[in-house]
C-alpha cells in the first residue's frame, strides 16, 4: 500500500510539472470541451474538424464598413453570443480566441466571426 501512495505521488507530481511548464499541450481538450459542453450535440468531433478544414475564410473581413461592424455586433448580442461569436458560456485558454499561443499568430476579431459564422454578412441584412 505505502508503495502505491508513492508512486501515486510521483506520478501527480510528474503531471503537475508537466502542466506548468507547458510541456503537456492541453489547447486540443480545452476546444473539445467546449464543443461537447457549450456548442454541440454531437461528439463526432473528427468529422466536426474535417468539416471545419473545408471552410474558407471569406476575403473580405477587411472590407467590413462600420455600419456591417455594429450590425454584427448587434446581430451577436441579439442571439446571445459573446464578442466572438461563441456562447456566452465559453472560457479561452489565454483570454481570447484570436491568439494562437502555439503559434504565435493572431487574428482580427471580425475575420475569426467570418470563419466561425460564414453566412454573417447574410443574417444581418
Not at 12 to 23: A, D, E, N, R, S
Not at 85 to 97: H, N
Request: with cysteine; hydrophobic share 40%; net charge negative.
Amino acid at each position: 500500500m505505502a508503495l502505491f501512495i508513492k508512486i501515486s505521488r510521483i506520478v501527480c507530481v510528474l503531471v503537475f510539472t508537466l502542466f506548468i511548464t507547458g510541456c503537456a499541450k492541453l489547447e486540443w481538450l480545452d476546444k473539445k470541451a467546449g464543443e461537447v459542453f457549450f456548442n454541440s450535440s454531437s461528439t463526432d468531433w473528427a468529422a466536426k474538424d474535417k468539416e471545419n478544414q473545408n471552410e474558407t475564410a471569406p476575403a473580405d473581413f477587411k472590407g467590413l464598413t462600420k455600419e456591417h461592424k455594429e450590425k454584427i455586433d448587434k446581430w451577436l448580442e441579439e442571439n446571445n453570443l459573446n464578442r466572438y461569436g461563441d456562447s456566452m458560456d465559453i472560457f479561452y485558454t489565454g483570454g481570447t480566441p484570436l491568439f494562437n499561443e502555439a503559434t504565435g499568430e493572431s487574428k482580427e476579431r471580425f475575420e475569426y466571426i467570418m470563419e466561425k459564422i460564414p453566412d454573417i454578412l447574410e443574417k444581418i441584412r
